[in-house]
């Protein structure tokens, strides 16, 4: 068993070499997760380009689809790009291809398509064999100056050709046209822009080269997606998401109201947040209307032809179409947010997540040095073509000589060269001229052609000398970008638009989401609760598990909320709608919250947050605390009242008039002014009313001028006026007196 295991022999066994398993898949993983990062996944920051888009519009230009040229297939153009730049399937090149031509996916496409590319509602484009496409605009310059080396080439996958590294990028494609991809251990994500709005703030930056990106966002307030919708960020998230390149933006669907006279309306919904499909949209609305999730919508229809009109019916015509709007923000796609992560290769090669100012000043820079390199490969050719002038002005100065030798001579050219110290280059061009050249209007021409190079090799020799030429070429070059994108253009306006979310009342937000029906809520003394279905007056035919009985039940409506507190002290928060049904016994409520095991339900009512409560423990301390301040928003509750063991919170009654009433276990009855008693949000409590031993027995806020009534246990009324109570009347913490006659022997007002 312990022999070592071998390959079987193959002859060649030399070859053979042990590999660390370990050291092998780390360095072959890094090397793919290398690849995905640099070579599919991330865009450059210069071009804004992935390398497979830079691929299929390099083809395009190779193969002269100009935006004035006609279309050709979109196969066989993806069998360039496969062929010649980018080995890799050919489904994969033309869905990147498709989505370059969709007006919904770019903000300024690359890629002019004709034939059907797609839709907003999420159907796949037609065949490659259907359909055919050429450059746009867009295009052509982020090639511009390609063939004048204004770049660096590198070999193709099988070296039979040489494709660029980068684009010139004349036009600022990564914030204009934004980006998205997943590589290994790094995602990025790039909303789109306004190109108005990028070049007036990268001739800013020119100007400024340390402009914050708070004075960038003057500029640039915010993306601007091809769909449009209404971005609702505050303007700091927003130049805080710049400054970091990490955030996002909250983009919401473009709607209004249209009146359909007498009173009725109906909304209609016109721009969708970028990157939703309208038909899945509308197909979850559709799904939450049948579940009665969205109990003010009676119906939606989608009446879309070119452009997008979605109309949503309210149940009346006294829905508030801000609240039914707001609801529907909340529980569909309506709303939605799109991240920012600004991560690039930065220089080509660094991946890394940039901020605004730092996205721009690459982009600048960029430009920059190919104007640089476009210069120097002028000037080239500009000296080039300065020698070989020289050399014909020579010529025709001494034509005759020149003919002379070319006639008698066996090798004219290493005479000529000795004759008049010209070059190979100069000789060469003169050799090959054309007799009709020879006419004297030529040399007159040669002159006029000389003296204009040399005249435009200096400027360039300038250019290339002075930082502040350079900026000001680029910065000239960027404002013809700007008029041919201006936001005065049907290309260029802008399309999101900017608002704050309206104020609207959350609680009716909430309830605007749950159909309002009447339930009955039921609690046993062992705390599992049920909510049946109507109003039930009669709870006697209730029934619950053996050794369980009813603790209390009343009638509710599934918006409302209903408030459970313990004898902990704590106050606990359902919703209506989310009550367990009436089928069974319902369930524990220490399932739906984090109730205590040695606490016990006290209490549970409808929450009206205009009212207060006295709650007060089994010693005699109390506090009135407003009803609002009882709820709950998580499972954990809110403790209200500080009590510990033995000691419990024994009751809670609505506060009313402007006396309490208190008895103690010792039947002595208290009534003192309820403003004696403070109004708290938490605490212990004051003391109501002083015992030697027992505790309170039973609590009541009443009018003085109404009397104190109570009820003995044969349903008999008594009835207390203030001049009959003045013997009981006293301060709060005194200890009261005996009861009066026909006080209940239970201690409690009720019988």
């Known amino acids: 068993m312990g022999q070592e295991i071998l390959p079987p022999s193959g002859g060649d066994d030399d070859n053979i070499q042990p590999v660390d398993l370990k050291a092998a898949l780390e360095q072959r993983y890094l090397a793919y997760a290398l690849s995905t990062i640099m070579h599919r996944a991330l865009p450059d920051v210069r071009d804004g380009l992935k390398p497979v888009h830079r691929r299929i519009v390099y083809a395009m230009n190779e193969m002269g689809l100009r935006p004035t040229s ?68 867009v295009s052509e310059l982020l090639l511009e100056g390609i063939d004048q080396d204004a770049v660096d080439f590198r070999d193709t996958y099988d070296e039979s050709n040489s494709e660029p590294t980068v684009l010139p990028g004349a036009f600022p494609n990564l914030l204009a046209n934004g980006s998205s991809g997943i590589a290994v251990g790094m995602a990025t994500s790039i909303p789109s822009h306004n190109a108005h709005e990028l070049c007036d703030a990268a001739l800013h930056l020119i100007k400024h080269p340390d402009a914050t990106v708070e004075k960038l966002v003057e500029f640039i307030p915010g993306p601007d997606f091809p769909t449009g919708g209404i971005i609702i960020d505050s303007r700091d998230s927003i130049i805080e998401s710049y400054r970091t ?20 309306y109906q909304i209609v919904i016109t721009e969708i947040p970028f990157q939703v499909q309208k038909s899945r949209l509308i197909e979850k609305i559709a799904e939450l209307l049948i579940a009665r ?17 979605v109309v949503l019916v309210p149940k009346t015509r006294s829905v508030d179409p801000t609240i039914l709007m707001e609801s529907m923000f909340k529980l569909t796609e309506l709303e939605s947010r799109f991240p920012l992560n600004m991560n690039v290769l930065s220089m080509g090669r660094i991946p890394r997540v940039m901020a605004l100012n730092e996205v721009l000043k690459e982009w600048l820079d960029h430009r920059r040095e190919v104007l640089q390199r476009r210069s120097r490969f002028r000037l080239a050719a500009i000296e080039r073509r300065l020698e070989i002038l020289g050399g014909l002005l020579i010529a025709y100065l001494n034509i005759d000589e020149v003919i002379r030798i070319i006639r008698e001579e066996d090798e004219p050219k290493p005479v000529m060269m000795a004759r008049w110290d010209l070059t190979d ?16 209007l030529e040399e007159f021409e ?60 959350e609680e009716a937000i909430q309830q605007a989401m749950i159909e309002k029906e009447p339930i009955t809520v039921v609690i046993s003394e062992k705390g599992w609760i049920r909510a049946l279905k109507g109003h039930i007056a009669d709870t006697a035919t209730l029934t619950f598990k053996e050794g369980d009985g009813l603790k209390v039940a009343f009638p509710a409506q599934t918006t409302d909320k209903i408030l459970i507190v313990t004898t902990g002290g704590k106050a606990f928060t359902l919703g209506g709608d989310k009550l367990p049904g009436g089928r069974g016994h319902g369930e524990p409520l220490r399932i739906m919250v984090d109730m205590d095991n040695d606490q ?50 024994q009751l809670l009654v609505p506060v009313g008039g402007d006396h309490v009433a208190v008895v103690g276990e010792n039947r002595k009855l208290l009534v003192f002014p309820l403003a004696q008693v403070p109004e708290m949000s938490r605490g212990k409590g004051v003391r109501l009313q002083r015992y030697k031993d027992g505790g309170i027995s039973d609590v009541r806020c009443f009018a003085i001028s109404d009397g104190l009534v109570w009820e003995d246990s044969a349903g008999r009324t008594f009835t207390k006026n203030k001049d009959e109570l003045a013997e009981w009347l006293s301060d709060r913490a005194t200890a009261g007196r005996t009861v009066p006659k026909g006080f209940p022997r239970s201690g409690k007002f009720a019988g």
């Open 600 to 649: 016990a339900v006290l209490t549970a009512f409808v929450h009206d947050p205009s009212r207060k409560q006295l709650i007060v423990s089994t010693a005699g301390n109390g506090f009135v605390v407003p009803e609002a301040e009882l709820v709950a928003n998580t499972r954990k509750g809110k403790q209200i009242m500080n009590v510990a063991l033995p000691e419990e919170t």
């Open 425 to 440: 280059i100069q000789v060469e061009a003169i050799l090959n001229m054309r007799l009709r050249a020879l006419r004297k």
């Open 446 to 505: 040669i002159r006029k052609e000389f003296d204009e190079l040399t005249k435009e090799k200096g400027e360039i020799e300038a250019l290339l000398s002075s930082d502040d030429k350079q900026w000001q070429t680029v910065a000239w070059e960027i404002g013809e970008v700007k008029k041919k994108f201006a936001k005065a253009t049907e290309v260029g306006r802008r399309r999101t638009q900017f608002a704050d979310a309206p104020e609207a009342d």
């Open 70 to 137: 006609a279309f050709r297939k979109c196969a066989k153009i993806v069998g360039e790009v496969m062929g010649n730049y980018h080995p890799h399937g050919d489904q994969s090149i033309y869905d990147a291809l498709a989505r370059l031509a969709q007006d919904f996916s770019q903000r300024y496409t690359l890629v002019n398509g004709q034939g059907n590319f797609g839709n907003i509602d999420g159907d796949s484009p037609a065949a490659m064999r259907y359909t055919e496409s050429k450059m746009t605009a």
């Open 293 to 309: 999730k969205l109990p003010l919508l009676e119906d939606i229809r989608d009446e879309s032809a070119e452009d997008i009109r």
């Open 245 to 264: 390149g990490r955030g996002g933006f909250r983009v919401r669907a473009k709607w209004q109201t249209e009146d359909l006279g007498r009173g009725g």
